[in-house]
T-cell receptor
Framework: AQTVTQSQPEMSVQEAETVTLSCTYD???????LFWYKQPPSRQMILVIR??????QNATENRFSVNFQKAAKSFSLKISDSQLGDAAMYFC????????????FGTGTLLAVQP | EAQVTQNPRYLITVTGKKLTVTCSQN?????MSWYRQDPGLGLRQIYY???????DKGDVPEGYKVSRKEKRNFPLILESPSPNQTSLYFC??????????????FGPGTRLTVT
């Protein structure tokens, strides 16, 4: 079975500081993708960053970067220079090749940004 | 603009009254899915479709039906809603193959309350 675990229900960061959100996953598949989605109060699911499992290089999107440790099955999200607009629920998700094309989501981390 | 639309955005209904939540995408995606989001559980797949007239159960299909008569539309049907189906529902679509094919595009969500 595939699982995604986010062990930090809530996090807080000061504006302009850096914060890291943790995610671990489990799968026996060799071909998979990992995602971080942001859900602001509007409830819209917004893709933040994507990592292909076959790529060793960590993905980066502006102030967002990941630390992908394949052997440890760890996929953390680092947010640099945090902004008030980064306040949201963040979900880690695992997608594996297969007929269902589904994403397995973690339970989420609620990030607060303090001015 | 590429998007997934859902209607209605909010719905309050009573136990046993049949309802349909519509979903439409304009990206010519093969795959479509329905997810429900509940506090502390993340998002879980209800049903998915790989193409027109091809649908199958996800992880939590009990009490739901779907159909895929056109590629762009994937309605979710609750024939006899019950209070335990009170949730936030998301429709999502994806290419389903190739680089980036696993990225899912989400609709804005439908908040359903069953009393």
């Amino acid at each position: 079975a595939q699982t995604v675990t986010q062990s930090q229900p809530e996090m807080s960061v000061q504006e302009a500081e850096t914060v890291t959100l943790s995610c671990t996953y489990d799968t026996s598949e060799s071909d998979y993708y990992l995602f971080w989605y942001k859900q602001p109060p509007s409830r819209q699911m917004i893709l933040v960053i994507r990592q292909e499992a076959y790529k060793q290089q960590n993905a980066t999107e502006n102030r967002f970067s990941v630390n992908f440790q394949k052997a440890a099955k760890s996929f953390s999200l680092k947010i640099s220079d945090s902004q008030l607009g980064d306040a949201a629920m963040y979900f880690c998700a695992l997608g594996c090749r297969g007929a269902t094309n589904k994403l397995i989501f973690g339970t989420g981390t609620l990030l607060a940004v303090q001015p | 603009e590429a998007q997934v639309t859902q209607n209605p955005r909010y719905l309050i209904t009573v136990t046993g009254k049949k309802l349909t939540v519509t979903c439409s995408q304009n990206m010519n995606h093969e795959y479509m899915s329905w997810y429900r989001q509940d506090p502390g559980l993340g998002l879980r797949q209800i049903y998915y479709s790989m193409n027109v007239e091809v649908t199958d159960k996800g992880d939590v299909p009990e009490g739901y039906k779907v159909s895929r008569k056109e590629k762009r539309n994937f309605p979710l049907i609750l024939e006899s809603p019950s209070p335990n189906q009170t949730s936030l529902y998301f429709c999502a679509s994806s290419l389903g193959s190739g680089t980036g094919g696993y990225e899912q595009y989400f609709g804005p969500g439908t908040r359903l309350t069953v009393t």
